[in-house]
Each structure stands twice: as C-alpha cells, then as structure tokens.
C-alpha cells in the first residue's frame, strides 16, 4: 500500500516538473498524457497523477461546455498561478531554494550587470 501511494507522488511530481519546465498555464489531459506516454501508456494512467495535483491545490479542472455532437473534448486543466512563480517578462530563479536575490544579468555572466542592480523577488517555494 505505501508503494503504492509513493508512485502516485512520483507521477504527481512528474507532471510538476512537466508543467514548470513548459510554463504551462492551461493544459489538456490529452498533452500531458502524450508527453509522459512511457510513464503513462494510457490515458487512465495520469488520471491519478492529476487528481494528486487537484487535491493539493496545484492545479484544478475547468468547466466543459460541449455542445457539439461527438467525443467530449479532453479535459482541461489550470495551473495555480502562485506556482509558476514569474514568468514572462519578469525574473524567475532557477535555484528556488537558494535566496530570494535574483541579479538582473542581460550579458549572460560575462561582465556581470550592465547597472550593478540586485532585485528581490518575493517567490514560494512549492513542495510536493
């Protein structure tokens, strides 16, 4: 039984890492299950991954409206916008357990910071 519930974290985490290393911010279950297709040969097979997630509030189903005839759309999933952290045009660290201070670096480290400016990011930790 507790091998058991471990695989269901390690799946969980699997897909963790899927969705912050994509910076997903909605996904289907469809993608995510043709991503980890080793891991998970059928589609079943995620489904209790993604109800881990759920319960732990990373990421949480979103409504269905089909009104077309034929297969339902696979389901859609949100991601936890406190997860992803800074994306985009902000910083995000790629070492969350080291401090909060991220340099601005445009040169990729050769010369250090064109302006010698630090900035803070007030970013959570999110542990599985």
């Not at 974290?9 to 997903?24: F, N, P, S």
């Not at 999933?77 to 985009?88: D, I, K, S, T």
Request: aromatic share 6%; net charge positive; proline share 6%.
């Amino acid at each position: 039984m507790s091998a058991k519930e471990k695989s269901i974290d390690d799946d969980a985490q699997y897909v963790l890492r899927w969705i912050e290393r994509h910076g997903k911010r909605v996904f289907s279950k469809s993608e995510a299950q043709h991503h980890g297709k080793r891991r998970f040969p059928k589609a079943i097979d995620i489904d209790p991954a993604l109800a881990e997630l759920t319960r732990r509030g990373y990421i949480r189903l979103q409504p269905t409206c089909s009104t077309r005839p034929g297969r339902p759309p696979s389901p859609q999933y949100e991601v936890n916008p406190a997860m992803l952290g800074r994306v985009g045009d902000k910083l995000r660290s790629f070492n969350s357990h080291n401090s909060g201070v991220v340099t601005m670096n445009t040169n990729c480290g050769n010369i250090g910071n064109a302006l010698g400016q630090l900035v803070t990011t007030n970013r959570e930790q999110v542990v599985l």
